[in-house]
């Protein structure tokens, strides 16, 4: 069973468009994550929900809205997509002080 | 502010020889410090945790807060190690990344 898991797993999408990556986690994690690792393999983070609850905002442009329906989910809405945009979108939860567990990774390329 | 510096981007080695993948942070509080490896373009998988002082896949990992470092060390590479290392520093709900190494392990 895949703990931290993500769709689509690839997502090719032209320049304006509205997009959506989805994340669920079964681990019963309170925390979690969304992060940016773009093309030189930087990782940085966007968004941490805790309880549904944003914590985190990072400086991440508004067409960014994260949104945790609940604390099992947290999905990525990305309007009006960019050139710049592309890269792969990684979710995480974490409980407490454990370590984060990722998911295998959404590769967004903007056309 | 904190910060996670992993100052060599490329590392190759021979297979059988040693690696060390250095990690340096500066933490105004008392640090939460991971080693995280990513395989080709598969999802990144905890490696080593500095609290648990174990060795993973015969790797390990000492904090020395002396010198604010967190250096990843094998004595004996194989190919399979060739990946993507992350040092990361944990503070508050926030896990902050270094840029990473590429370790590629030569036969």
């Known amino acids: 069973d895949t703990a931290v898991s993500q769709t689509p797993k690839y997502l090719v999408t032209q320049m304006g468009n509205d997009k959506s990556i989805k994340c669920e986690q079964n681990l019963g994690h309170d925390t979690m994550y969304w992060y940016k690792q773009d093309s030189k393999k930087f990782l940085k983070i966007m968004f941490s929900?805790?309880?549904?609850?944003?914590?985190i905002n990072e400086t991440v442009p508004n067409r960014f809205s994260p949104k945790s329906p609940d604390k099992a989910h947290l999905n990525l809405h990305i309007n009006s997509l960019e050139l710049g945009d592309s890269a792969v979108y990684f979710c995480?939860?974490?409980?407490?002080?454990?370590?984060?567990?990722f998911g295998n990774g959404t590769r967004l390329t903007v056309t | 502010a904190q910060r996670v510096t992993q100052p060599e981007k490329l590392l190759s080695v021979f297979k059988g020889a040693p690696v060390e993948l250095k990690c340096n942070y500066s933490?105004?509080?008392?640090?939460?410090l991971f080693w995280y490896v990513q395989y080709s373009r598969q999802r990144l998988q905890l490696l080593l945790r500095?609290?648990s002082r174990e060795s993973i896949k015969g790797f390990t990992a000492d904090l020395n807060k002396g010198e604010t470092s967190f250096h990843l060390k094998k004595p004996f590479a194989q190919e399979e190690d060739s990946a993507m290392y992350y040092c990361?520093?944990?503070?508050?709900?926030?896990?902050?990344f270094g840029a990473g190494t590429t370790v590629t392990v030569r036969a």
């Open positions: 929900y805790n309880n549904k609850e944003l914590i």
């Open positions: 933490y105004s509080g008392s640090p939460e």
């Open positions: 500095h609290i």
């Open positions: 995480a939860s974490s409980q407490a002080n454990s370590p984060l567990h």
């Open positions: 990361a520093l944990k503070h508050d709900y926030k896990l902050s």
